[in-house]
């Protein structure tokens, strides 16, 4: 088993920055592709972000190209994203997830059904 625990989320006001961190646990080896996710109130979980382990590509949804990071600490087996210039619109509780599997093309790994394990979410909230 993998065992995933966020950390970071916090109330920051519009234009700010967090950084969320994602500590794996467990069988580390089965973390091969990781993401970021998101849900609202009342709406659908959502892919932030994606990254591979094996040659570190990136996926990023439109909504925060330019503004958030994802990178990851595969000796700290540490996940991170890092949030700048931050919207109300990304109010949200967000969720480290990860894969047992690599994707032909990291934009693959868009989907939440296509992850195996979750942590139990951070809070983040952005007040205007």
């Known amino acids: 088993q993998v065992q995933l625990v966020e950390s970071g989320g916090q109330l920051v006001q519009a234009g700010g920055s967090l950084r969320l961190s994602c500590v794996v646990s467990g069988r580390t080896e089965r973390s091969i592709t990781m993401g970021w996710f998101r849900q609202a109130p009342g709406k659908e979980r959502e892919i932030v972000a994606a990254?591979?382990?094996?040659?570190?590509?990136?996926y990023y949804t439109d909504s925060v190209k330019g503004r958030y990071t994802i990178s990851r600490d595969n000796n700290k087996n540490t996940l991170y994203l890092q949030m700048n210039s931050l919207k109300p619109e990304d109010t949200a509780v967000y969720y480290c997830?990860?894969?047992?599997?690599?994707?032909?093309?990291?934009?693959?790994?868009?989907?939440?059904?296509?992850?195996?394990?979750w942590g139990q979410g951070t809070q983040v909230t952005v007040s205007s």
């Open positions: 990254i591979s382990r094996s040659n570190g590509g990136t």
């Open positions: 997830a990860a894969a047992h599997r690599a994707f032909s093309s990291i934009s693959y790994a868009n989907r939440a059904t296509t992850y195996d394990y």
